[in-house]
């Protein structure tokens, strides 16, 4: 009877032992890897990895994006990078993926470019209730139909490509989220220089403040930098469609937001609101004088 165990024993033993044998250790998930395309078939392509089998890359592992011909995005007898999706099955053959590893590389790339806050080129390719899709990187992107420019017939832009800043970059949810408008703001505010007099005009009243646009620029008359009194209500001194002169107080390029002045403009506490029009009149020599104060 005890032979008979340490038989079993013996045996269960021997078959583990050559199972590790059998595993390599080097070919686990999640690992990047080089490999040699070695061969075709009509479901993917095998790989040399330098392990017991050739491993295997489906077709549609093969790149981002549709994928035509599977020569062109895997070139026979050429190395190149995979990223292990599958570990080994009973015949020792591990699964990889390039379009992983792009895909990877794309989120990277675009967080990147959504920190440094430069616009990116993004080609149209469907419209939905809320705005249109594109692609950036290989990857699917959305703009709102309120961050549009042209928020009409949305059918025209599809194929087109449209300069665009990211709102927002979530991997986790696989959520890319990006701005024509915010694009254009970012491009018009390239030319706006702070501590210079400017133009604009007047395209929304809140309480806190004066929104005005500056030849594509938005930027914000907050209320306490529109005279050295207290105002009850802007409503009473601005209305939507007026021309004026600010003064550029600040400009944030990392959040694109511009804050602007006309205070400044004021020889005495409350002028602006009893007097709007000869102040602006007169805002080229007041704000030069007011620099030549600041210097002294």
């Known amino acids: 009877m005890s032979d008979s165990i340490s038989t079993k024993q013996s045996f269960s033993m021997d078959d583990f032992a050559k199972a590790l044998e059998q595993y390599d250790y080097e070919f686990s998930k999640g690992k990047v890897i080089k490999g040699t395309v070695v061969q075709y078939e009509s479901e993917g392509a095998y790989v040399d990895i330098g392990g017991k089998s050739p491993a295997f ?16 995005v895997l070139p026979l007898n050429q190395e190149l990078e995979f990223l292990i999706i599958r570990e080994q099955n009973d015949e020792g053959q591990v699964t990889l993926s390039r379009r992983q590893l792009q895909l990877q590389a794309a989120w990277d790339n ?32 959305f703009i709102p139909r309120s961050h549009l420019e042209q928020r009409d017939n949305l059918d025209s ?33 390239a030319k706006v220089e702070q501590g210079t007099l400017v133009e604009g005009k007047i395209v929304s009243l809140k309480p806190y403040g004066v929104f005005v646009d500056l030849d594509g620029a938005t930027g914000l008359l907050h209320i306490k930098e529109v005279s050295n ?20 107080a600040e400009v944030d390029e990392y959040k694109n937001r511009l804050s602007l002045s006309i205070k400044v403009l004021e020889e005495y506490p409350g002028e602006i609101v009893e007097n709007l029009d000869q102040v602006m009149a007169t805002a080229e020599e007041r704000w030069q004088k007011a620099k030549e104060q600041s210097q002294e």
């Open 57 to 72: 890359v489906p077709t549609r592992e093969a790149a981002l994006g549709t994928i035509d011909n599977l020569a062109e």
């Open 110 to 141: 675009v967080a990147e470019i959504a920190e440094s806050g430069k616009s990116v080129q993004v080609r149209i390719t469907g419209v939905n209730k809320g705005g249109v899709t594109g692609e950036i990187e290989g990857l699917r992107g």
């Open 157 to 189: 832009l599809v194929g087109q490509l449209l300069t665009a800043t990211f709102l927002e970059v979530n991997p986790d949810d696989k959520k890319l989220v990006l701005s024509q408008r915010g694009a254009i703001q970012a491009k018009a505010m």
């Open 229 to 248: 009194t207290h105002i009850n209500s802007l409503t009473t001194i601005f209305k939507i469609g007026q021309i004026i002169k600010v003064v550029i």
